[in-house]
């Protein structure tokens, strides 16, 4: 039973940087790719977020990210190139479809927009373990309700997964079918479903009951079972982030 | 014991702890809808029976951190519709608390209204981050369709967000609404912070 995460063991300089600051540099990084709509700038902070990415030598794990939004890459190029309100210069033809310059410009510019989201956020998911930064988080002063109910989910997910594949299991050998037509379908989504969400509501009152005994609700201080770390570079970069996404609002407003 | 309102921000363990179970509901929900290659997303079923069983404070919370922990662990796109599934699991309990879900009829009234609520939220998403479209094959088609017709991008892209939404929603809610009234009571009361029952 695996844990959900994308996390991958590597060593490297990402690896041991503040996962808040990998945070911060996820919202700065997508919010200047918005906030200024020049293509070279776009380009650049893209290439930037994928170096990042090779630098934290997980290259390879980003590829099946950006793929699954892949269809929405295409429909961006497509619709934007064919259909854009602007578009005026015809760049080529292909029988009756018709691309143009102005909505193909604009179409790359979003996708490279959405190549920069990914490769962000694959910088902090790819190179950061959950429970590090649920404890940064909880520690600059996130509830550590809300921390528990996002770790707790990252175990919940497989266990679920795993009671459904021996409820699956269960319905077919009691002759369920799976396979036919939409009716049929979607006659089998209650069977399937329904034990499943029984079990994991049943599952809460236990859990909570668990919860409540070891002092979950209690008010005062909460310690922690890892020593809080130093890391390196953390203050120099957060002020740069910080001072460049001034510097993108700045620009944005002087174009 | 006093009689709290459902916008009560002291919550009971039992309700936080049915935020993960919702969002396990949730994925379940898209796994099955996969396997069975239903032509619906279905992936909102645990936010709607959080709004149902825990009221509207629960039903956001469920949907909000849905679509960051999906975003965290699977496709980082989710993270952009956060609000939207906050939006839904609150009108969801907002709805059923004022007893929009005695019977099927009344539930289906619920899908549509979260429907063109989620549908309302996401435009101006889908409009900021991608130009308008969804991502979601027969939206987009439509998307295309109305831009060629020479509409403004706002209208295209809700009409684009409606024909996905609605439908999803609709279907989600009445799935949600027969697996809710499935459930015994012993299991629903615990969650509810707007009742009488002792809390755990």
């Known amino acids: ?255 | 014991m006093r009689k709290r309102s459902v916008w009560s921000l002291k919550i009971s363990t039992a309700a936080i702890v049915l935020i993960p179970a919702a969002i396990g509901i949730n994925y379940l929900g898209k796994l099955i809808a996969g396997l069975l290659k239903l032509p619906l997303w279905l992936d909102s079923i645990g936010t709607v029976l959080a709004g149902m069983l825990a009221g509207p404070i629960i039903g956001a919370l469920s949907g909000i951190m849905n679509n960051i922990i999906y975003g965290m662990t699977v496709d980082p796109i989710s993270t952009v519709y956060a609000i939207t599934s906050g939006v839904i699991g609150m009108g969801v309990g907002i709805m059923a608390y004022k007893g929009w879900i005695a019977n099927i009829k009344k539930a289906i009234v619920i899908g549509v209204v979260v429907g063109f609520a989620a549908a309302i939220v996401s435009t101006p998403l889908n409009i900021i981050f991608w130009g308008g479209q969804t991502g979601n094959v027969w939206g987009d088609a439509f998307y295309a369709y109305f831009i060629s017709m020479d509409l403004p991008v706002w209208l295209a892209s809700f009409g684009d967000s409606i024909v996905v939404d609605v439908p999803d929603k609709v279907a989600t809610v009445i799935i949600s609404y027969l697996i809710f009234k499935g459930l015994p009571n012993t299991l629903t009361n615990i969650y509810r912070s707007d009742n009488e029952i002792e809390e755990l």
Do not use: C
Not at chain 1, 171 to 181: A, D, K, N, V
């Open chain 1, 1 to 255: 039973m695996s844990a959900m995460t994308l996390y991958v063991e590597k060593n490297s300089i990402i690896h041991h940087m503040d996962p808040l600051t990998k945070l911060m540099y996820v919202f700065v990084s997508i919010a200047a790719t918005y906030i200024v709509p020049v293509h070279e700038f776009v380009f650049l902070t893209a290439a930037f977020s994928l170096l990042l990415i090779i630098i934290g030598k997980v290259f390879m794990k980003i590829l099946p990210i950006i793929a699954i939004s892949i269809i929405l890459i295409i429909s961006i190029i497509i619709v934007q190139g064919m259909f854009h309100p602007d578009n005026k210069t015809v760049l080529f033809s292909i029988g009756a479809i018709t691309f143009y310059q102005e909505g193909l410009s604009y179409a790359v510019l979003l996708t490279v927009r959405v190549i920069n989201m990914l490769s962000a956020f694959g910088v902090l998911i790819l190179t950061t373990k959950p429970d590090e930064l649920i404890e940064r988080l909880i520690k600059k002063g996130m509830s550590p309700k809300i921390g528990y109910v996002f770790l707790s989910v990252l175990q919940i997910i497989p266990q679920i997964r795993a009671t459904m594949g021996k409820i699956a299991d269960a319905q077919r050998s009691r002759g369920m079918e799976t396979e036919g037509s939409l009716i049929v379908r979607i006659r089998a989504f209650f069977p399937l479903i329904g034990p499943v969400v029984l079990n994991s509501l049943n599952d809460t009152r236990e859990r909570a009951i668990a919860l409540e005994m070891r002092g979950f609700n209690t008010k005062g201080k909460k310690t922690f079972l890892n020593e809080s770390r130093e890391y390196p570079y953390r203050k120099i970069i957060q002020f740069l982030l910080i001072a460049i996404l001034m510097a993108t609002i700045v620009w944005r407003v002087l174009l």
